[in-house]
């Protein structure tokens, strides 16, 4: 899923357009999965999440900022 939410945002940088339907499901897939876990198994995937959770801010400010690029021609 980072590796998927890293290109996503390479090519927003470039200002490509992206189709993100059903991303977000995937994401709440996830998320779900490791709430089923039991506590100690979650927490060893604690450094994941904390990654994945920043590569979607990432690619949140690159959507916003192509958005204001786009705006500005």
Do not use: H, W, Y
Not at 22 to 33: I, K, M, T
Not at 49 to 64: T, V
């Amino acid at each position: 899923m980072v590796a998927i939410l890293r290109l996503a945002r390479a090519l927003a940088e470039r200002g490509k357009d992206l189709d993100l339907a059903g991303l977000d499901q995937q994401v709440g897939r996830l998320c779900a999965g490791v709430l089923d876990l039991p506590p100690a198994e979650g927490r060893t995937l604690r450094a994941d999440l904390f990654a994945l959770r920043q590569e979607i801010e990432l690619l949140s400010q690159a959507l916003r900022n192509q958005a204001l690029s786009g705006d500005a021609q």
